[in-house]
């Protein structure tokens, strides 16, 4: 019995409504899965049905305060309610069947263990009854418990049946694995590796929802080693497996650009919930495939691949799907700038370099910041003292500079329309020009970011250009 999962008010009302519209109910699912697992309440509640769902959708509606509106799938047999912040969701329990011609399933009506059979993970497959006469009685065949004692994902059928049902779920596999620290069963993994070339039917959008879920967790190497190791990966982030391997030419080599990406992700993701700098972490490399070239003298070398790699988020975010907004320029500026402060801490840190990287990054130095230190993996404690002693000498400056030249959020201290009144000039590239020689005299530090040091630098580099104050 499992009556404590349903301490929730709306159980109840729902088994009510079940019992007078003479249909067997429970509640199934990721809830089961997340109360036996003591996560937080979960606001997705799946509903099952054996019968119509839609008529339980539209009754529990009914009985809610402001009849909340309920969408039908009419093709699908399901219904969904917003409630409070309830997010419910009916379905009537279905048989999956497939005709030995055709790989095409014929969905009909089934019983609540067909129902449970064709879901994807025994963990997820458990379920409570609803109704009052079994009010809490807890239906688990596939040992969905026993599996989650163990930590294991297995699929309730063989996997290959349950993988071509919904490709989409070989990922899910790797995303739970990622998020619950459980293991894959060995079969079920497997067949991960086998049937990986199904995911090309699964649409961009729902691959997405399980990178990002599997980028969120506390350590994403989990998740994306499972999609190296099932070759998922190559399918979806070609240009990540492309940064696999160590070469060795005459004696020479270099890191596994990959185990390492792997790594700056998990140290980043220690720092950082963001999204956003957790891609960017995965893809700060990503243009080391492309640019590595062999040199005698010093060995392999990566010449210009963050300008490389930042081009190629584009084309990426573009195949995935990924929004083409202010996330991906942010994500394209920090691999881009990925190893500004890196080669900024390890010479003598001028005023003049940490005045450019500020304003370079503009709001996201802190982030970038975070990058740079996440990206030290050096095994050698020497090394990794020294670079982390750099980047603090880079903060401190940061900070110093940043009182005295407020570079951050620049604006020019003179700005273009008091230029074009001093000259009466209309707006033309002589402003331009003299913007920029304002700019890159402070950030040079040749006059200090200041009013009146600004306007006697132009008027002097004006009339070098034959301008006249009228
Ligand atoms: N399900 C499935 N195959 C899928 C997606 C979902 O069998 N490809 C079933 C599982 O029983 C799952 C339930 O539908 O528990 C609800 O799916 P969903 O809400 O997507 O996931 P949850 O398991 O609730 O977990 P999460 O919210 O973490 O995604």
Redesign the pocket.
């Known amino acids: 019995m499992l009556e404590e999962a349903l301490k929730h008010p709306i159980f109840k009302k729902i088994g009510k409504l079940a019992d007078d519209l003479g249909l067997e109910c429970y509640v199934?699912?990721?809830?089961v899965?997340d109360y036996l697992l003591n996560r937080t309440f979960?606001n997705?509640i799946?509903i099952v049905t054996l019968g119509n769902a839609i008529d339980l959708a539209e009754s529990l509606s009914k009985e809610l305060d402001g009849a909340p509106k309920v969408s039908v799938f009419k093709n699908f047999g399901t219904a969904m309610l917003k409630y409070d912040d309830l997010e419910i969701e009916f379905v009537g329990a279905r048989k999956e069947s497939y005709s030995s011609d055709s790989r095409k399933p014929y969905v009909t009506d089934g019983t609540l263990e067909d129902d449970q059979n064709?879901?994807?993970f025994t963990i997820?497959?458990m379920a409570i009854c609803l109704n009052s006469e079994r009010y809490g009685v807890f239906v688990d065949p596939f040992g969905g418990q026993q599996h989650l004692d163990q930590k294991l994902l297995i699929t309730p059928l063989e996997p290959e049946l349950t993988f071509s049902d919904?490709p989409?779920?070989m990922l899910?596999a790797i995303r739970f694995a990622a998020q619950l620290n459980f293991e894959i069963d060995p079969k079920t993994l497997e067949a991960i590796r086998t049937q990986r070339k199904r995911l090309e039917i699964v649409s961009s959008e729902r691959i997405v929802i399980e990178l990002n879920k599997i980028l969120l967790t506390e350590k994403p190497s989990v998740g994306l080693g499972l999609l190296e190791k099932t070759q998922l990966l190559e399918l979806i982030l070609p240009e990540l497996s492309a940064l696999k391997g160590i070469e060795e030419i005459e004696g020479m080599t270099h890191k596994d650009n990959f185990w390492h990406t792997l790594e700056v992700v998990d140290n980043l993701a220690a720092e950082s919930d963001d999204l956003w700098l957790r891609w960017a972490a995965l893809l700060h490399d990503i243009g080391k495939a492309p640019t590595k070239r062999f040199d005698e003298k010093s060995g392999f070398t990566f010449h210009g691949h963050e300008f490389v790699g930042s081009k190629m988020v584009y084309r990426l975010f573009k195949r995935l799907k990924l929004p083409l907004n202010e996330s991906m320029k942010f994500v394209q500026k920090m691999v881009l700038m990925s190893s500004r402060p890196i080669v900024i801490s390890e010479q003598f840190v001028t005023d003049s370099a940490v005045r450019r990287l500020i304003f370079d990054a503009g709001d996201h130095l802190d982030n970038l910041m975070l990058l740079c230190e996440a990206d030290i993996t050096t095994k050698n404690p020497n090394k990794q003292r020294r670079y982390k002693d750099n980047f603090k000498r880079v903060r401190a400056k940061v900070v110093e500079v940043e009182e005295r030249d407020r570079i951050r959020n620049f604006q020019p201290p003179v700005d273009g329309d008091e230029i074009m009144r001093i000259f009466n000039l209309k707006p033309g590239k002589e402003i331009g020009i003299l913007k920029e020689a304002i700019k890159e005299a402070i950030l040079e530090g040749i006059i200090a970011n200041d009013y009146h040091e600004a306007k006697s630098f132009m008027l002097g580099k004006a009339e070098t250009m034959g301008l006249k104050p009228v």
Not at 28 to 31: F, T
């Open positions: 199934i699912g990721g809830y899965r979960k997705d799946d064709r879901r994807d997820n497959a919904d989409l779920r899910r």
